[in-house]
Every structure is written in C-alpha cells, then in structure tokens.
C-alpha cells in the first residue's frame, strides 16, 4: 500500500493548464484519464489517477487537498475522531462516496494549515452494507 493516493490542485483557468499537463505528464509516460468541466485528473497506465486540478473554488487563496490511503475503514473513523478530539474542522463526515468508486470511504478534515486533508480507503462489499 502506498500513503500518497492523491493530491488535487485548485487552479483558475481549467483548460490551459490541461493543456500544459497534457504535455508535461506525456513526458512521463502518462495522461489524461478524468475529464469533467470542474475537475481533471492524470495517470500512468494501469493506475488509478493520482494528480488533479479543478477549477478554484476560493478566490482568495489556494486549498490543496491532499489525500492518504489508509487501510480501512475503522482506521477512516480513527482519523475522524482524532481530528474532532483537537477541535478540528469536518468538512464531510466518514461515509461511502459512490460518486468516484462504488467502494469508496473518506473523511474530509481541515488540517491546522488549511488545507483539505482526505483519509480514505476502499471496502469491501460485505462492509459496505455495514458502514452506511
């Protein structure tokens, strides 16, 4: 398993720094595998994406979100209760997300720097019918 899962930029202009990715990440042997209007993503092949860019949501300023695979749910709900023991902000509570992958469990959490700190992990059918 591997900590890093992936990290999401926010930017501007969508489109041109698609285009400049599209060539940058070639250089590596990758390319684009998601494409929405507000949201973009690149992969190796065979790989699930792990690098994306949406379209900025706080003008202001710039909220990364950074996202770790960890191994499971139980260990998604520690995440959680941690956080909220050191008075930290939830931004989405531990749930299934059927929205990117049928299997998909998260916690959403602002870390003291301000960005979107994801803890994540994919179940397994038999848990998803527990953990809902």
Not at 62 to 86: I, M, N, P, S
């Amino acid at each position: 398993m591997t900590l890093l899962d992936h990290v999401v930029l926010q930017v501007d202009d969508l489109n041109a720094i698609g285009n400049w990715y599209d060539q940058v990440v070639s250089l590596a042997g990758g390319a684009r595998t998601f494409d929405t209007p507000t949201l973009i993503g690149y992969a190796l092949p065979g790989q699930p994406a792990q690098l994306f860019f949406s379209r900025a949501t706080d003008p202001g300023g710039r909220q990364t979100h950074l996202a770790l695979r960890v191994e499971d749910e139980a260990t998604v709900r520690r995440g959680y209760e941690f956080a909220t023991a050191v008075g930290s902000e939830i931004l989405h509570e531990p749930r299934l997300w059927p929205e990117y992958a049928p299997d998909y469990y998260a916690v959403f959490i602002r870390d003291p720097a301000g960005n979107n700190l994801e803890l994540k992990c994919q179940t397994s059918t038999t848990q998803q019918s527990l953990s809902t």
